[in-house]
């Protein structure tokens, strides 16, 4: 099975979900993928599953990244971090908004795997 044939092989519909799940990340945290998961996890495809599950752990990272550097802003380094997990969490977003509306499996860096 080549990649075409895995691409061809995930719904269009499940790949729009998946793209709006990363994508809608950026604005709305953790909330996009969440929803996504808790609908899907049960009736939806693997790859939409696995992809939702993906975005959650990301944003669940980002999220306590952003409760360590608040909690650095005593110290006022945490000023500085805000602005380079913003720059990450869009990049990557992106990225994986993009590889979702392909039909391909993307794995965000720098992730803890929390929900397996």
């Given at each position: 099975m080549d990649s075409n044939d895995l691409i061809e092989s995930v719904s269009k519909d499940d790949r729009?979900?998946?793209a709006l799940t990363h994508a809608g990340g950026?604005?709305?945290?953790?909330?996009?993928?969440?929803i996504v998961y808790l609908l899907k996890k049960d009736s939806g495809s693997a790859w939409l599953v696995q992809q939702s599950r993906e975005a959650l752990n990301f944003q669940i990272t980002v999220l306590i990244a952003?409760?360590?550097?608040?909690i650095l802003s005593t110290l006022l380094i945490g000023l500085f971090i805000f602005p380079l997990i913003f720059i990450v969490n869009l990049i990557f977003c992106v990225l994986a908004a993009i590889k979702a509306?392909?039909?391909?499996?993307?794995r965000y860096p720098l992730t803890l795997r929390l929900l397996s």
């Amino acid at each position: 099975m080549d990649s075409n044939d895995l691409i061809e092989s995930v719904s269009k519909d499940d790949r729009n979900i998946a793209a709006l799940t990363h994508a809608g990340g950026i604005i709305f945290g953790f909330i996009p993928s969440l929803i996504v998961y808790l609908l899907k996890k049960d009736s939806g495809s693997a790859w939409l599953v696995q992809q939702s599950r993906e975005a959650l752990n990301f944003q669940i990272t980002v999220l306590i990244a952003c409760v360590v550097a608040s909690i650095l802003s005593t110290l006022l380094i945490g000023l500085f971090i805000f602005p380079l997990i913003f720059i990450v969490n869009l990049i990557f977003c992106v990225l994986a908004a993009i590889k979702a509306s392909n039909g391909e499996v993307y794995r965000y860096p720098l992730t803890l795997r929390l929900l397996s």
